[in-house]
């Protein structure tokens, strides 16, 4: 299942049905820009990495690889394979956009150069360095400013403006991917968005993200929670829940609302917070809900 794309308006989403987790497809864009016009403009708003700048596999399950392809684009030769936790990949500096995605030329571990999806990369930050980058938190004080005030435009400059924003209901439900020019009236829209489904059920979770996501991030702005870096903070619940692991070499934060006492203890919430570095800065690039699953 590939993520859903909201592109300018958010339209009318497609209900998705039962699932587990959406995955990047490999060597693909997650969904196809609205239009031409919609897809040069983003192209035009990236940052294409040069050569210099290490980056890691990203948007891949464990036990699947990246395709290495020449010439790029899905109807190139596969010249490679690289697996989910590769690390120390170098670009060459060349890019070339197809369609709505940008693909980038790397240096295979054989020495030949071939080429990929940019989406599928990340910039490689080490652990203990993002957890001692003083503007983390900085940016997350002012990611959260920007939803406690409303303005989709400090929102938009805390968001990374290669991958926009990351957004799931639930670790296991698909990726909603928010592009920075849809972010400006993101909280002021009420267009229907299908988040994915409830586990069990399969009964479909719809609305804004005013109605369905922004009062829960509220309560997330009210509370006093407990924080972790590159740990994720979670309580009593019959499924384990995880940072997903196509996620695994992009750092993260994490906040938790214990569930209150006196009261039932699976009624907790988390937050997890993925920061992805462009040209060597930080920007918010994942946000995922997490609740007990019972």
Request: proline share 9%; charged share 15%; hydrophobic share 45%.
């Amino acid at each position: 299942m590939r993520p859903v794309l909201l592109v300018g308006v958010l339209s009318a989403a497609l209900l998705l049905g039962a699932c587990t987790r959406a995955l990047v497809p490999l060597g693909t864009t997650p969904i196809p820009l609205a239009s031409t016009a919609a897809a040069e403009a983003t192209q035009a708003e990236l940052s294409i990495p040069g050569s210099g700048i290490g980056f890691s596999v990203f948007g891949v399950p464990r036990d699947a690889h990246l395709i290495v392809r020449q010439p790029a684009g899905i109807s190139g030769t596969v010249v490679a394979e690289l697996p989910a936790d590769m690390r120390y990949i170098d670009l060459t500096g060349q890019a070339t956009p197809l369609g709505s995605s940008t693909w980038v030329e790397i240096t295979v571990p054989s020495g030949n150069t071939g080429w990929v999806n940019l989406w599928n990369l990340t910039e490689d930050v080490e652990p203990e360095a993002f957890c001692q980058d003083p503007r983390v938190p900085a940016l997350v004080d002012t990611f959260f400013a920007a939803l406690r005030d409303r303005s989709g435009e400090a929102l938009a400059q805390t968001v990374s403006p290669r991958r926009g924003l990351v957004l799931r209901h639930d670790w296991w439900n698909p990726e909603i991917v928010i592009p920075l020019s849809a972010l400006t009236d993101l909280m002021q829209r009420i267009d229907e968005v299908a988040w994915g489904v409830q586990r069990g059920s399969g009964a479909p979770i719809l609305g804004s993200f005013r109605d369905r996501i922004l009062p829960e991030l509220d309560a997330l702005l009210a509370a006093a929670p407990q924080q972790a870096c590159n740990q994720l903070l979670s309580a009593d619940t019959s499924i384990p829940a995880e940072w997903p692991d196509e996620y695994a070499r992009m750092n993260f934060l994490s906040y938790h609302i214990p569930a209150p006492d006196p009261g039932t203890r699976f009624n907790w919430r988390s937050w997890a917070i993925g920061v992805e570095y462009v040209d060597g800065v930080p920007f918010v690039a994942i946000l995922i809900r997490y609740q007990a699953d019972l």
